[in-house]
């Protein structure tokens, strides 16, 4: 208390500054039973019409609201906030910064929202949380604004990082992906999983290639990361390309070509994809009294090619050895194996039904099992 006793103590200009020592120091030792004194303090003054607190510096006035903010009492932090704003401030730091408290009194208020409404507030909270971001952007000394406003902007889209919301994501995350680049923030981590994100957001919004893109430029921030780090990625990737057999195919080829490991994973999943695709296909000819016509090139919906276990056998076999014998042996005891490696598409009667190419769901699932107990998850 003596150190509030000594601010009072001041007058004019010196209680200004004052108070905003005390405030930083509260701040910077996150001390928030100093925080909350100060506060009370100020609060008696404002209520006894003192005119020293009339006369506070809109900094002052800012660094009161951060204060109440912190301590969770954001409507004392809002009525600090428009005081601040009502002097109107010039576009600086302090401005961004306003912004950043803004956005949170308005999430604080979303809180006891549900469905709809809920996503409407916090897409208006993220909205002004965006405005201090973009403001923090145009000025290379304020860069330590444009990492404290990705924090609040994620804080505050948490409550949309679900299947269905996520979309609503995609703006304010391309906005803080492409300021931190800007920023040339080091936090590589950070940058990752907000990359990450934004992929995840743009394939809960539909936006495919988008979402495949998002995933790609993130693998130089992965490498950096290192450790676990670009496997992790990969398989985000393999997850947004899942019904893309040829696109999960480049995959598996361009990022398998020096870590063969990945090039079996990226296999394994357009293995899947292929046969998930065949059977559907195969399901809706049979629905509509007539097969649908082979995609050539093997896109979607088209009859898997009989060499595609072969090459997925080879890329085992670089990757891991044991695992590719175990893989052998295992369809070695499938009645369907010779028709697996046989060259060529099996030939079908006229009258004959689509194939479902249950061989192919067979051996993806034997290939899931064998990979568990090996040590690598199923992709």
């Known amino acids: 208390m003596a150190a509030v006793a000594v601010f009072m103590g001041l007058g004019g ?20 039973t100093l925080l909350a004194r100060v506060l009370g303090e100020v609060d008696s003054l404002s209520r006894l019409g003192n005119a020293a607190v009339d006369r506070l510096s809109p900094e002052v006035l800012l660094l009161c609201a951060e204060a109440a903010v912190k301590l969770g009492r954001c409507e004392e932090g809002d009525s600090y906030l428009q005081a601040y704003l009502s002097a109107k401030p010039a576009a600086n730091q302090f ?7 803004a956005a949170q009194v308005a999430a604080s208020r979303a809180a006891g929202l549900k469905a709809e409404a809920l996503v409407a507030a916090t897409v208006a909270a993220l909205e002004i949380a965006q405005r201090g971001l973009e403001l923090a952007r145009t000025n290379p000394n304020y860069r330590f604004l444009v990492y404290n406003g990705s924090v609040h902007i994620y804080n505050i889209g ?3 990082l679900r299947p ?34 934004l992929a995840y957001a743009h394939d809960d919004k539909g936006e495919a290639d988008a979402a495949v893109a998002a995933a790609l430029a993130a693998v130089s921030l992965a490498e950096l990361v290192g450790g676990g780090a670009p496997e992790q990625l990969f398989r985000v990737q393999l997850e947004l390309a899942r019904t893309d057999p040829l696109r999960l195919r480049k995959l598996a080829d361009e990022r398998g070509a020096a870590q063969p ?11 899947r994809a292929q046969a ?6 195969a399901a809706g000819g049979a629905a509509g009294g007539a097969a649908a016509a ?11 090619s009989a060499d595609e276990p072969t090459v997925l056998l080879e890329a085992l076999a670089i990757a891991d050895a044991p695992l590719a014998e175990a893989l052998r042996a295992a369809l070695a005891d499938e009645a369907r194996a010779a028709q697996l490696s046989a060259r060529g598409p099996p030939v079908l009667a006229a009258t004959q039904e689509p194939p479902a190419h249950a061989d192919l769901v067979v051996m993806a699932g034997q290939l899931a099992a064998e990979l568990r107990q090996f040590g690598i998850a199923a992709a």
């Not at 401005?95 to 408290?101: T, V």
């Open 294 to 304: 082979p995609v050539k090139g093997g896109g979607k919906g088209a009859p898997a």
């Open 158 to 160: 948490r409550v949309l």
């Open 13 to 32: 200009g010196y209680q200004d500054n004052g108070l905003h020592r005390l405030l930083l120091d509260a701040a910077s030792g996150a001390d928030d």
């Open 261 to 271: 490991r990945l090039k079996a994973l990226g296999y394994l999943a357009a293995l």
């Open 276 to 281: 998930a695709a065949n059977k559907g296909g």
């Open 95 to 101: 401005l961004a910064r306003g912004y950043y408290c």
């Open 164 to 197: 269905g919301r996520r979309r609503h994501l995609v703006g304010p995350l391309k906005v803080v992906v492409a300021a931190l680049a800007e920023a040339e923030e080091k936090d590589a981590a950070w940058r990752l999983q907000l990359a990450t994100q």
